[in-house]
């Protein structure tokens, strides 16, 4: 029910092409084929962040345990439509966001084939499918979204901030 509620409020707000992270430039779907949209922290939105922050604190205070503040960015709805929608290898990290210390990523929904999220943390991590899945990791891993091969698949993705890396 909550993520069909995220679905929901996301769609109101509006949608851009995705550009590849660190220079803003469109990659021609060469890194990545996605569109976006920014979920403020609003209102109708509170809810999400709050929800998102439970989460991040309690994998940071279990796994993780790096310094960290809370929220500095909106979140990302992203969507992945139609065959051949990715996101090649990257970090979250780069030029002006160097604060970000955990990368969050939440399945909104299932009904597409590919589209696998793929964590490099030395060893390769295939993350697994369904609805409302939260995946937390260190935002200076490389990550990737694997072309989808039918169907749409979409997600929230957010970041929790803290003190600059050293």
Not at 144 to 160: A, C, E, H, Q
Request: charged content about 25%; overall charge negative; aromatic content about 10%.
């Amino acid at each position: 029910e909550e993520c069909e509620r995220a679905l929901s409020v996301c769609r109101k707000y509006e949608r851009e092409e995705a550009t590849v992270f660190g220079n803003d430039e469109r990659s021609g779907g060469k890194i990545r084929k996605s569109t976006i949209r920014w979920i403020p922290n609003d209102g109708e939105t509170s809810w999400i962040f709050e929800k998102l922050s439970h989460y991040a604190l309690e994998a940071n205070r279990e796994n993780f345990k790096v310094d960290i503040s809370g929220f500095t960015e909106d979140i990302q709805f992203t969507e992945y439509e139609g065959t051949g929608s990715h996101y090649d290898w990257h970090p979250d990290l780069g030029p002006g966001k160097n604060k970000r210390k955990l990368s969050v990523v939440v399945q909104l929904n299932d009904a597409y084939e590919g589209g696998e999220l793929l964590i490099n943390n030395g060893q390769m991590i295939t993350t697994e499918k369904g609805i409302g899945n939260v995946m937390i990791f260190p935002s200076f891993l490389l990550h990737k979204v694997n072309p989808v091969v039918s169907g749409n698949r979409y997600t929230l993705v957010s970041w929790i901030s803290g003190p600059v890396w050293r």
